[in-house]
């Protein structure tokens, strides 16, 4: 996204809206963005590369909990 990131875009969505259910996917692949935004709010966290095969098992989950 070429103004925010996606991760202060997060904080602002848990910022409102304290009980969304927010799924992160993104193209870089980095263990420490993705605690970061697991500790913002996020209740998952997708690499695009990994979006087909798991993308319908997370919502799945992350809904059911």
């Known amino acids: 996204m070429p103004s ?3 991760e ?4 602002k969505i848990i910022q409102f ?3 969304a259910r927010a799924i992160m996917i993104t193209g870089w692949a980095d263990k420490s963005i993705e605690m970061r935004v697991l500790e913002a709010g996020a209740k998952a966290f997708i690499e ?4 087909q095969n798991e ?3 997370v919502i799945d989950e992350v809904l059911q909990n």
């Open 4 to 6: 925010k990131s996606g």
């Open 8 to 11: 202060a875009i997060l904080k």
């Open 17 to 19: 809206h304290p009980y």
């Open 48 to 51: 695009k590369s990994h979006v």
């Open 55 to 57: 993308l319908f098992q």
